[in-house]
């Protein structure tokens, strides 16, 4: 398939999103693989209409780290490109249309209870260790059509427009290669 039929059928329309006041929150309704047991989580690398840029959001962990719009899909979500709009609004107030799946990535870090000096492995310089994954990711290509400015988590979140280069950056400084290669996988312009 090539790219132009892959999009179009990939492609939602920014009117398929409840622009709920709040977030979901709680784990009880979380989907797992049941090949895994990773935890299937949506999102989307958001882009500007010209592709120059990508919208990046605050960690609600740690305002410093910049990250994609994402989360878990829940029992009530069979459509991941729906639950991946949905958390899209809740952490980044996005509004667009989905033009393209960038298909699944394993989140390769260690499982949170292997250890609970999280900053050792955050600060360390070691590549990220081989084991069943923690998360498996479906991720959305998204052109942004909106941007209100009251969303959910408006007050936890920051967001902001990145050039490619820039997102890079911050992608490989928060430790995150699965989101890196979301943003490679999309169509965001690399050499500007």
Not at 50 to 60: A, C, P, Q, T, Y
Not at 164 to 191: G, N
């Amino acid at each position: 398939m090539d790219r132009k039929t892959h999009r179009a059928s990939a492609m939602i329309e920014a009117d398929k999103v409840e622009r709920t006041e709040v977030s979901r929150v709680g784990r009880e309704n979380q989907v797992y693989s049941k090949q895994t047991g990773a935890r299937i989580v949506a999102g989307c690398v958001c882009l500007s209409k010209d592709r120059k840029h990508v919208l990046m959001i605050s960690s609600s962990a740690n305002r410093n780290r910049w990250i994609f719009p994402k989360g878990g899909v829940e029992i009530d979500e069979p459509d991941y490109k729906l639950a991946a709009r949905r958390e899209t609004w809740e952490e980044a107030g996005c509004i667009g249309n989905i033009v393209a799946s960038l298909g699944v990535i394993e989140d390769m870090r260690p499982p949170k209870e292997w250890n609970n000096d999280i900053a050792s492995f955050t600060d360390s310089n070691e590549e990220v260790i081989a084991h069943p994954p923690r998360s498996e990711f479906h991720f959305y290509e998204m052109e942004v059509t909106e941007l209100p400015d009251r969303y959910p988590e408006c007050g936890k979140r920051d967001r902001k427009w990145f050039d490619y280069r820039e997102a890079k950056e911050l992608l490989l400084l928060a430790k995150r290669p699965e989101l890196l290669t979301a943003l490679d996988r999309s169509s965001v312009l690399k050499d500007i």
